[in-house]
């Protein structure tokens, strides 16, 4: 038991699944941690949930969306610790329901095509930004009920995500190209909405995703075109960044003296504020940036 890695835990839950979010897999791993630890009291509960949450988010870069998970874990291991007198009694519901959330929070991506299909319609062309699995599940979903629609996909480097979505559609039989990211200026007058996924969701309804979000986030409001967040409620976290830089990632700086063999620089994240977001499509409807406030304060006082 002492061997227990909260990393490699969170790692392997999402090596073992390839469609599960940071989120989720940070609370599969802080529900192993109660099992393995079996911690005695409830303080000593609270202190290991802390400390592995800490160990977890500073040892992952970019952990936006991871750090949302471990406060949604400890709110509610926070909001239940007194309502059983017996601690036994206290622990086995804490991770019995802790599972019950993972698995109700696996099937939001289907909720989210659900509720995001009505604004996908015939002989649309939409550009998308970056790699979603909610955006892609809303795709495929659309292309099910017999939508008619195009996407432009952009190269999303430096991660270069696009491809993998390009493959994905492609296999989906739905009409793709893709353009380099530096094209979307180019592009933004010929398609009719932008899709774009979330690494998280700030207080204040902005939005923190693969570096070029806010960039075409920019042009899709200076083209007047709809520029829609599709994502999971458990991306929402506890942030209130005014501007990129208050997002504190360790790559944000940029570096002057980075060897002439790796000229690359910059971040892989950046923020896009909420005056560029039409509308958040989520598992609990359809958001405008100014609610994603509201429905933290449900989820942390209600």
Known sequence: ???????????????????????????????????????????????????????L????????????????????????????GDWESCKQHLIENGQLFVSRSKMSRTKIAQIGVQFIADDDIILVHGFSRAVFALFKYAAEKFIRFRCVVTESRPTSQGMQLYSLLKERGIPVIMVVDSAVGSVIDQVNKVFVGAEGVAESGGVINLVGTCSVGVLARNARKPFYVVTECHKFVR?????????????????????????????????????????????????????????LIKMWYD
């Open 1 to 55: 038991m002492s061997d227990f890695s909260i990393t490699d835990t969170y790692l392997k839950f999402l090596e073992e699944d390839p469609d599960i979010t940071m989120p989720i897999a940070a609370i599969e791993a802080l529900v192993t941690l109660l099992r393995v630890k079996n911690p005695k009291t409830a303080a000593e509960m609270i202190n290991t949930i802390k400390s592995a949450a800490k160990d």
């Open 57 to 84: 988010t500073d040892s992952i870069p970019n952990s936006i969306s991871l750090r949302a998970g471990c406060d949604i874990f400890m709110r509610f291991v926070l909001r239940n610790t007194h309502i059983y």
């Open 239 to 295: 942030m209130f960044p005014l501007s990129p830089d208050d997002l504190s990632l360790p790559e944000d700086t940029l570096d002057f003296s980075r060897p002439a063999e790796k000229p690359l620089s910059g971040p892989t994240l950046d923020y896009t504020a909420q005056e560029y977001i039409t509308a958040l499509i989520t598992d609990l409807g359809v958001l405008t940036p100014s609610a994603v406030s509201e429905e």
